[in-house]
Nanobody
C-alpha cells in the first residue's frame, strides 16, 4: 500500500522559513519523480515543485510563484522528500501535499495521483 505522510507545517511570520518533509512507503521511492502541490483556501490545487528520481542527480523544477524561494530535495536512503521554504509570503498559505510522480503537466488529472493527507502552512503576522 502506497503511503505518503507530510509533516513540518505550521504558523510562520512573513519572511520566515519552514521545511516540510514527506516520508513515503509502499513503493520504490528512488525510482520515482516526486512533487509538491498546494491548495490555498477557496482555490484549486496548484503545482509547486517537482524533483526527478531514477539514475543521476535529482533535478528540481518550480512554479514561477515560488522560484528562488523554495527548494525541493530528497533522501532516497530515508524514503523522504523535503521542501525548504524561505521568504514566505501570505500567498503561500495553503495545505501542502506531496505527490507520487509529477503531475506538473497533468494537473487536470491530479486526483489520479497518489498524495498524502497534507500539512498546513499558514503565513501570517
Amino acid at each position: 500500500e502506497v503511503q505518503l505522510m507530510e509533516s513540518g507545517g505550521g504558523l510562520v511570520q512573513p519572511g520566515g522559513s519552514l521545511r516540510l518533509s514527506c516520508v513515503v512507503s509502499g513503493f520504490t521511492f528512488s525510482n520515482h519523480d516526486m512533487s509538491w502541490v498546494r491548495q490555498a483556501p477557496g482555490k484549486g490545487l496548484e503545482w509547486v515543485s517537482g524533483i526527478t528520481g531514477g539514475y543521476g542527480a535529482a533535478i528540481s523544477t518550480y512554479a514561477d510563484s515560488v522560484k528562488g524561494r523554495f527548494a525541493a530535495s530528497r533522501d532516497n536512503a530515508k524514503n523522504t522528500l523535503y521542501l525548504q521554504m524561505n521568504s514566505l509570503k501570505s500567498d503561500d498559505t495553503a495545505m501542502y501535499y506531496c505527490v507520487k510522480d509529477n503531475p506538473q503537466y497533468a494537473m487536470e488529472h491530479i486526483n489520479l495521483y497518489e498524495r498524502g493527507q497534507g500539512t498546513q502552512v499558514t503565513v501570517s503576522s
